[in-house]
């Protein structure tokens, strides 16, 4: 089982930026990949980014150029970020963190709200 827990969201004029962390403890040796999606009310959720263990990334393509996500590593947990720029108020969501183990998700965070004002 992986724990993760996030932090990072709030509220930001458009142009701004803001960035999500998600540290995930536990069974951290599953972890494969880490994502982050996105869930606006009354849509469904979607994936935003993800990046593999070995550094490989993707984007949807709404974020491309504007968002970035790394991964950092210890022995002990493994952190996700993204650095969200230039957001615009279609970003405005709940921002969740997931860890996979290949193609199924070990863990999602609690989630974390992101409101962008126009």
């Known amino acids: 089982q992986v724990q993760l827990v996030e932090s990072g969201g709030g509220l930001v004029q458009a142009g701004g930026s803001l960035r999500l962390s998600c540290a995930a403890s536990g069974s951290i040796f599953r972890i494969s990949s880490m994502a982050w999606h996105r869930q606006a009310p009354g849509t469904q959720r979607e994936l935003v980014a993800a990046?593999?263990?070995?550094?490989?990334?993707?984007?949807a393509d709404s974020v491309k150029g504007r968002f970035t996500i790394t991964i950092s590593r210890d022995n002990a947990k493994n952190t996700a970020y993204l650095q969200m720029n230039n957001l615009k108020p279609e970003d405005t969501a709940v921002y969740y963190c997931?860890?996979?183990?290949?193609?199924?998700?070990?863990?999602w965070g609690q989630g974390t709200q992101v409101t962008v004002s126009s």
């Open positions: 997931a860890a996979l183990s290949g193609p199924f998700v070990s863990g």
């Open positions: 990046i593999t263990s070995g550094g490989t990334t993707t984007y």
